[in-house]
């Protein structure tokens, strides 16, 4: 048996943690799919070209009789066993293909004459992401903006919110030029999925409490990596108050050598590379290559050569080096950039404050005030 769920039906209970099966061919699933997918196709990429050659050329009837001849005997028995393999792991799994059209009505067919429930997305991946994308336009009053210098610690203050979405951690990269982690960012697409999720959970949330809760976001520029930020969030982020986090810049050198030179090499190592320091140095300095004609020639050869000594001394012990580079480059290059920005907000500011400062005061302004 199946039975086929609305879009919104469906976001619901991806929300709640029910996978989906996509049947499309994989190089759709690359480009981007719903949460919580896995890519389960009916064709292969080369079937899905030749039955569309089919569709445009002798029509829709021809184009189905080649699909079924495609996917026939053992082949089929095999992408059946393949989707009742996931129905077992998740029972309420979900079916969808690019428009809930044919494939997965064949798809739900031969599941059901298994003698197995299953539910599929009317309209497919394009009606609920259609759905999912109603979700990035917020008002800008249901939001809060978490600013800050750089090394303050804001995705510490981010990842220990309740109502906070990591934009960042969707994107996999930490938006400076140096923020780029060892595997790739998301697709574009799987990138507002996920995000657009995380509005439509806390939309849930609100309305189960009957409050609006403003959702914590950090400041963002247009881009997170080679991840775009959607234009209706960030119109939407850049009308909302703004609160700003401090801290001293002792705390901050040591806040990014944590994260950016540390936590790198530990992942570095983690990966068997022979020699970390030299792949953790060719990366460190491809990040500040490319923001040098913004430093300047001199004064990117100095904070190039602080960090290849730095470099040098850590691999014999000696990390602390690498405080020297990341203080001048906060000092030369990301604070007066961050101070600039800042000027242009400044009437959006509503608090500063330490992390605990930030953490009580947000805690007593959760909701939305009327």
């Known amino acids: 048996m199946s039975s086929s769920i609305t879009p919104l039906q469906a976001l619901t209970s991806i929300a709640n943690g029910s996978s989906s099966i996509d049947v499309r061919?994989?190089?759709?699933?690359?480009?981007?799919?719903?949460?919580?997918?896995?890519?389960?196709?009916?064709?292969?990429?080369?079937?899905?070209?030749?039955?569309?050659l089919c569709y445009k050329s002798e029509g829709p009837e021809a184009a189905m009789k080649m699909g079924y001849k495609f996917v026939q005997g053992d082949l089929r028995e095999e992408r059946i066993s393949k989707w009742l393999g996931q129905l077992t792991l998740d029972p309420g799994a979900l079916l969808y293909c690019s428009r809930g059209g044919l494939r997965s009505k064949i798809a739900a067919?031969?599941?059901?004459?298994?003698?197995?429930?299953?539910?599929?997305?009317?309209?497919?991946?394009?009606?609920?992401?259609?759905?999912?994308?109603s979700f990035l336009a917020p008002d800008p009053r249901e939001l809060l903006i978490l600013g800050g210098s750089t090394g303050v610690?804001?995705?510490v203050v981010i990842?220990?919110?309740?109502?906070?979405?990591d934009l960042e951690g969707?994107?996999?990269?930490?938006?400076?030029?140096?923020?780029a982690f060892l595997d790739s960012q998301p697709s574009q697409i799987d990138f507002e999925n996920a995000v657009a999720l995380q509005f439509f959970k806390q939309a849930r949330i609100d309305s189960d409490k009957?409050?609006?809760?403003?959702?914590?976001?950090?400041?963002?520029?247009?881009?997170?990596?080679?991840?775009n930020l959607p234009p209706c969030l960030q119109a939407a982020m850049s009308g909302a108050p703004l609160i700003i986090l401090e801290a001293t810049l002792e705390a901050r050198v040591s806040h990014i050598f944590e994260e950016y030179v540390q936590e790198h090499l530990d992942t570095i190592a983690s990966t068997q590379a022979l020699d970390p320091f030299q792949v953790l140095g060719e990366r460190l300095g491809n990040s500040l290559f490319s923001i040098h004609k913004r430093l300047g020639g001199a004064r990117y050869q100095a904070?190039?050569?602080?960090?290849?000594?730095?470099?040098?001394?850590?691999?014999?012990?000696?990390?602390?080096?690498?405080?020297?580079?990341?203080?001048?480059?906060l000092l030369d290059y990301y604070d007066p950039m961050y101070q600039y920005q800042l000027e242009k907000k400044e009437h959006r500011v509503v608090f500063r404050g330490s992390k605990e400062e930030i953490i009580e005061w947000r805690r007593a302004k959760l909701s939305i005030l009327h």
């Open 159 to 165: 990842e220990n919110d309740a109502a906070a979405i």
């Open 109 to 133: 067919e031969w599941i059901s004459d298994k003698g197995h429930v299953i539910r599929r997305i009317e309209g497919g991946f394009k009606a609920a992401r259609n759905k999912l994308l």
């Open 25 to 52: 061919a994989p190089l759709e699933f690359q480009r981007g799919a719903l949460p919580l997918s896995k890519n389960l196709p009916i064709l292969d990429d080369e079937q899905r070209a030749a039955v569309g």
């Open 170 to 179: 969707y994107a996999n990269h930490r938006g400076s030029a140096f923020g």
């Open 303 to 329: 904070i190039s050569a602080q960090l290849n000594s730095a470099i040098k001394a850590h691999k014999i012990g000696d990390p602390s080096g690498h405080r020297e580079w990341i203080k001048t480059l």
């Open 210 to 227: 009957r409050e609006r809760t403003r959702v914590l976001l950090e400041d963002e520029g247009r881009m997170i990596g080679r991840i």
């Open 153 to 155: 610690g804001k995705t």
